[in-house]
């Protein structure tokens, strides 16, 4: 008996022992990953990686490969690569921290809501809206459940859900959702708040992807004049919301207006940055886009090589933004005649955004695009009806059977069969197109005249000229309703 009380004494002093070490341990690893997020706030992406690999390392060793801080550091990890448009990568990390954080936490506990919402973001932007909406819509839930109706983190992930609708052009329900994310962020904060700017610069966004230019305006300036107020002078949302206002005065050809606010942005953006930083990238490929639609060719190509250059040198020469920027490039090269370059450009971007993305990506579907409208040019029709139809067959897959772009797609192939000759194909795929955008853009919509037009050219080649001659007369109505 006396063995037996010697032992429960020993195991409890042992128990003691052992109780602050694992305290101990996980206290650490809390802070590691505090540490981490502390870097990422402050906006050293660099350092804030490195911290975070050696914060999972340490934090696997300390506290085995299933422990909640172990997940937060797989979803810090999973942010960074996200961040970096590393999809795949921030992929694992992600899918491990939320496998973790379910065996291991309540069903509705709020880290499965971020982790839940990082996933739903990330396949939004991957174009994988079929499993991006279920994981936005769970985070929704359980922050909605957990916090009520008109929390900061409900807006949030309000707004992230109209984003992906607004990508897919669904705009009513992303303005639905993006004017109550606003209600209650105004509630909650104030009409001032940052973070209310970002709400109102998303609603801005719904209408400026409508070319609802006069309504986008308001809410863009609104936007900036909240940050303007409330955060430091060269602080990179400021910069932003200049950018945003330079993309819409762009839009309405407004580019002595335009380009005042890109060089804003880009002393903004230089002052909080440096000048090697990605995001000075983006707003030399924006200029070179303004300058492109300006007919100045030659300051638009110096401006686009900046662009990819400095991509290049901060994310590598893969990643998916480099892509965006080498199909600007090679629309200015294919606009001079520049074939092989252009070529050149849309074959490496294709391939960059099938590794980085996804082969099914809305992206690869548009460079498709515009490789097989290079090739038409070209009359290398063989190649080109191919791109063209495995663009649509992807866009058909991404947005679906009805979206404008699956339109463009359809009217693009049509082109391509038209002269090539095939003017019954041709017809088919005019009257698909012209019956989505009809249905979606409206009957007076100058798409839809467009639509008329090539369909009608293409029912002269059948000798069709009755219905030929009724679709060129409702094409002339619409541009005439439209003052053109």
């Not at 400021?238 to 309405?252: G, P, V, W």
């Not at 663009?391 to 009217?411: F, N, Q, V, Y």
């Amino acid at each position: 008996m006396k063995n037996i009380s010697s032992w429960i004494v020993l195991a409890a002093i042992g128990l003691a022992f052992a109780s602050p070490s694992w305290a101990d341990a996980q206290s650490e690893a809390a802070a590691r990953n505090r540490h981490v997020q502390s870097l990422l706030k402050a906006g050293d992406r660099s350092k804030a990686l490195t911290a975070a690999e050696e914060a999972l390392r340490a934090n696997e060793a300390d506290l085995g490969p299933d422990h909640r801080e172990v997940a937060t550091s797989h979803y810090l990890l999973g942010l960074l690569h996200q961040m970096r448009g590393r999809y795949k990568k921030a992929d694992e990390y992600h899918r491990r921290a939320l496998a973790i954080r379910e065996t291991t936490l309540d069903p509705n506990d709020l880290n499965i809501a971020d982790s839940a919402m990082a996933l739903g973001a990330m396949h939004r932007n991957r174009g994988w809206y079929g499993t991006a909406e279920p994981m936005l819509k769970r985070g929704l839930a359980i922050r909605e459940a957990a916090l009520g109706s008109h929390h900061p983190k409900v807006a949030h992930s309000l707004r992230e859900l109209a984003r992906m609708y607004r990508v897919q052009d669904r705009f009513a329900e992303a303005e639905k959702l993006a004017r109550r994310a606003l209600a209650i962020l105004e509630k909650a904060l104030g009409l001032s708040d940052p973070i209310v700017a970002e709400a109102l610069n998303e609603l801005a966004l719904i209408f400026h992807n409508q070319r609802r230019f006069a309504e986008a305006e308001p809410f863009y300036l609104r936007a900036l004049k909240i940050r303007q107020q409330a955060l430091p002078a060269n602080d990179i949302l400021i910069a932003r919301s200049l950018s945003n206002l330079a993309a819409l005065y762009q839009n309405q050809r407004n580019f002595t207006l335009a380009a005042r606010y890109y060089e804003r942005t880009l002393a903004v953006k230089k002052a909080a940055l440096g000048p090697e930083h990605p995001d000075i990238a983006i707003t030399h490929r924006n200029l070179g886009l303004m300058y492109r639609d300006k007919g100045e060719a030659g300051t638009a190509e110096t401006h686009f090589n900046q662009a990819i250059a400095l991509l290049e040198a901060s994310l590598g020469p893969d990643a998916p933004v480099v892509a965006g920027t080498l199909v600007s490039l090679a629309g200015l090269y294919a606009s001079e005649e520049r074939y092989e370059e252009a070529e050149t450009l849309l074959k490496r971007s294709i391939g960059i955004w099938e590794t980085a993305l996804d082969p099914h990506h809305p992206a690869v579907a548009r460079a498709l695009s515009a490789l097989a409208q290079l090739y038409l040019r070209r009359q290398r029709f063989e190649e080109a009806e191919e791109l063209q139809a495995r663009s649509a067959t992807i866009l058909e897959r991404a947005m679906g059977p009805e979206h404008p772009d699956l339109a463009t797609a359809l009217a693009n192939l049509a082109l391509i069969a038209y002269e090539n000759g095939r003017f019954t194909d041709a017809e088919r795929h005019y009257r698909r197109a012209l019956a989505i955008r009809e249905r979606k853009l409206g009957a007076k919509d100058a798409l839809v005249a467009d639509s008329l037009d090539a369909l009608a050219r293409t029912l002269k080649k059948l000798s069709k000229t009755e219905e030929m001659a009724e679709l060129e007369a409702r094409a002339q109505s619409i541009r005439s309703a439209l003052g053109r």
